[in-house]
């Protein structure tokens, strides 16, 4: 049966402060953060579910995990404990480059998305470790993670990232939003504040049983290749911060809502009926220049908006967030009368009380341009699947290499490159990397994408293929809700896009760039729709730099 919408009020996801702060002073905090196996309430009208969550205690843990509040420049530590049992509840699959431990159990390792920090504390996806670190991944070599909270203030998530599992992690429920903060820049601005106005929607499509529980396939599509692995996962069930379609009793004012798409694979366009709009402030960890007004934002797995509504803006007295995305984006079907709703804003008639005194400011920050100039180097980044015969999807490389093959991308430390990322599949990729921030600075596609496939399968060289005399299309405009320093980028299928790439500290003087010592596992760069996640990885290696 399907579930009736807007019963369940949206959760306030509870805070913890990676920081302390004493005689108006902030000092490095320390956490615990513990993964539990618990139950979960999605919905008033579905049973109890049960789900991995992060918390500070089992009894706290929620879906989705505690919001941690950075200060900018002040360190916080912590210490992820795996407290899961031996067996998963959602079914893995084998056949992928998979963390095995020997004696069982749940591997985990946590990815904070879009920080800067040394790799022993990126979460590698080798580094996985199961409960009480009994047994631990390759690239595992410490249980407290360092966040120096260096990048410049803005929005991020962390999330499970154990090689193999992360698909089924982040469904079985672990995720959790991360914000650092720049307490001078809250004090010079009035936006939208306090935990009332200044809200996290976690955005994550699920589908279940009857009886509660998460539904996951365990047939593959093509069971002799892949016995368990279908391209992507589409859940029915639109949740947000852990409760199936909720809705929110608003004031006739401004909020600020940070949205982040959690979804395995489901992009999200979101629009908000009876005339609202959206401005939006932010895009991942970055503010935009200026503030943007938009009917519509398309957000793919992992990306971040940063938001503002004005409930003023409309004499309607309810608003519904609604979703038009095409699944797989952009070629798959419209979405359905459940899957296109997200949630309900209730909005009472009359004057507010206490009046609005936020606003909106004209100009928010401005940081490094994006300019392709004293580039160091360009690098060609091909993406492109193997299918069978009938058309069934075997896995998706980079430059045709595996995620187990040697690190083939160095860059220095301090340096800005162009990479030009080249999409031959027919869907949308989510392009993210670790530790960089970057920006597309062009999009154009490719005149005849099905002869440089072919040249690229036997040379695998974009240059000795054309590329240049190839990407002479149709341009494709960047949205200016989305020209900022990202760390995810929708890479449009069939063309180039161009990224200007900094593996230096944006916004934000140089307080030392974490460096890779000889050995170490660096960084990945992959696509966020979780089922090429596990496939194309590679390694992101940087040379050692003097400080200074
Ligand atoms: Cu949000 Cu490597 O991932």
């Keep these: 049966g399907s579930l009736t919408m807007y019963v369940d009020v949206l959760p306030q996801i509870p805070k913890v402060n990676g920081y302390t702060l004493a005689n108006r002073t902030f000092s490095p905090g320390r956490l615990t953060i513990g993964m539990y196996q618990t139950k979960w309430k999605f919905h008033r009208d579905l049973p109890e579910t049960t789900v ?24 916080t530590y912590i210490t992820w404990e795996n407290h899961l049992p031996q067996s998963h509840i959602l079914p893995w699959d084998t056949s992928i480059p998979i963390a095995t431990p020997k004696n069982g159990g749940v591997p985990t390792v946590v990815h904070l998305h879009g920080g800067i920090h040394a790799p022993h504390s990126d979460g590698h996806p080798a580094a996985w470790f199961t409960a009480s670190f009994s047994e631990t991944g390759s690239t595992w070599s410490q249980q407290t993670y360092t966040y120096p909270n260096v990048h410049h203030a803005g929005n991020l998530w962390y999330h499970d990232h154990a090689l193999g599992y992360t698909r089924i992690n982040l469904l079985a429920g672990l995720t959790g939003a991360y914000v650092i903060r720049d307490p001078g820049m809250d004090g010079m601005f009035k936006l939208p504040s306090g935990p009332e106005f ?16 998460i539904y996951m396939n365990c047939t593959g599509n093509v069971p002799s290749i892949h016995p368990q692995w279908q391209p992507e996962y589409f859940g029915d069930v639109i949740t947000v911060n852990g409760k199936a379609w909720p809705y ?25 009926t009876n005339g609202l709009s959206f401005t939006v402030i932010g895009a991942d960890t970055s503010y935009l220049t200026s503030p943007v007004s938009t009917q519509s934002i398309i957000l793919a797995p992992s990306e971040i908006a940063d ?21 797989p984006y952009p070629t798959g079907p419209s979405p359905d009368q459940f899957n296109g709703r997200v949630m309900k804003f209730i909005i009472p008639a009359g004057p507010t009380n206490p009046p609005d005194n936020s606003t909106i400011p004209p100009k928010i920050k401005t940081y490094s341009p994006s300019t392709i100039k004293n580039a160091r180097q360009t690098r060609y980044i091909t993406l492109y699947e193997n299918t069978t015969a009938t058309g069934e999807s075997i896995n998706l490389y980079v430059n045709g290499k595996r995620f187990e093959d040697p690190v083939t991308e160095t860059p220095k430390s301090g340096s800005t490159e162009v990479w030009e990322v080249i999409n031959l599949t027919g869907d949308n990729h989510p392009f993210h990397m670790h530790l960089a921030t970057f920006q597309a600075v062009k999009v154009q596609c490719l005149v005849d994408v099905n002869t440089f496939t072919n040249c690229m399968k036997t040379l695998n060289d974009a240059v000795a293929c054309n590329i240049t005399g190839q990407a002479t299309g149709k341009i494709i405009d960047i949205p200016a809700y989305e020209k900022t320093w990202k760390n995810t980028v929708k890479m449009e299928p069939g063309c180039k896009t161009t990224l200007v790439v900094k593996f230096t500290l944006v916004g934000h003087a140089d307080a030392g760039y974490p460096f890779v010592a000889t050995g170490s596992p660096g960084y990945v760069y992959h696509c966020h729709v979780s089922y090429f996640a596990r496939i194309h990885f590679l390694l992101l290696g940087y040379s050692e730099r003097s400080r200074g």
């Excluded at 200044?198 to 529980?213: C, I, Q, T």
């Excluded at 003023?312 to 995305?325: F, G, I, K, Q, R």
Aim: charged share 20%.
């Design 307 to 327: 938001v503002i509504v004005d409930f003023s803006t409309t004499t309607a007295t309810e608003s519904l967030l609604n979703n038009d995305a095409p699944y």
């Design 198 to 213: 200044d809200r996290h929607l976690v955005l994550a499509d699920k589908s279940f049983y009857n009886d509660g529980s």
């Design 52 to 75: 991995f969550a992060y918390g500070t205690s089992a009894a706290t843990a929620t879906i989705p995990g505690p919001t941690i509040e950075a200060i900018e420049d002040t360190p």
């Design 248 to 272: 929110l009793q608003v004031l006739r004012r401004k909020y600020r809502f940070r949205i982040i798409n959690t979804s395995n694979a489901r992009y999200f366009r979101l629009s908000l």
